[in-house]
């Protein structure tokens, strides 16, 4: 397979991607099919996805910690919680771009392989591809599931987050301190669902780039 889409900057490609036609077309002409965009698109969410629940996990920690010291300088738990936030609120923005290149990608090739099978003279050969569109589109269609709901738990993890930053910025005091505690087990539980969550989406994205190469 032809790399040379894995060079360009990936705020290049999401902007290119919004012009999908002219986009997919300039890179089939360079040699990278849809399959082969759709493929690594796959494979880098799938990583974005390892990042972020590094971070989330990183970020319950370093919360926990913060929760369960008295005293102390505040400003510097502040400092040191707010900093985990933001990391935490851009490795979800990353996932959520992510997802979407691949979901336009993805659309791009269901959409020629259904015309394209008009082209089939051989009947065998059609019901075969057919049924190969079929299972990937069965597979994609499952793993978005998957991503999506892994998504839309980070927010309640976040809002959550956001607040108890917001409240210690504006009271450093050990009121404060005691607030972060009372929330420690809520957030432990959202974090440790969501975890789990995109342990399983990794695992099933990691699963249809295999099955994606293997009918390429």
């Not at 929760?67 to 996932?95: I, M, P, W």
């Not at 809520?186 to 293997?214: C, G, H, P």
């Amino acid at each position: 397979m032809n790399r040379t889409f894995r060079s360009l900057p990936v705020a290049l490609v999401l902007l290119l991607a919004g012009c999908s036609g002219a986009y997919y077309g300039a890179m089939e002409k360079m040699g990278v099919a849809k399959r082969d965009i759709l493929a690594d698109r796959v494979d880098k969410t799938r990583e974005s996805q390892a990042e972020a629940k590094q971070q989330f996990a990183d970020a319950l920690q370093r919360f926990q910690a913060v929760a369960k010291t008295d005293g102390g300088d505040l400003q510097k738990k502040y400092d040191s919680l707010n900093k985990e936030f933001q990391q935490s609120e851009s490795r979800a923005k990353d996932v959520r771009s992510r997802i979407a290149s691949v979901e336009d990608v993805a659309e791009a090739l269901f959409r020629e392989w259904k015309t394209e099978l008009a082209q089939y003279t051989n009947p065998t050969l059609k019901a075969d591809s057919q049924r190969q569109l079929d299972a990937t589109r069965r597979n994609y269609d499952a793993l978005i599931v998957l991503w999506r709901r892994s998504a839309d738990r980070m927010d309640p993890v976040l809002a959550t987050f956001r607040d108890q930053v917001l409240y210690l910025k504006h009271n450093l005091n050990a009121r404060a301190l005691a607030q972060l505690d009372s929330t420690n087990r809520t957030l432990e539980a959202d974090i440790t669902r969501l975890i789990a969550d995109m342990e399983t989406s990794i695992k099933e994205a990691e699963k249809f780039v295999k099955e994606l190469k293997t009918k390429g």
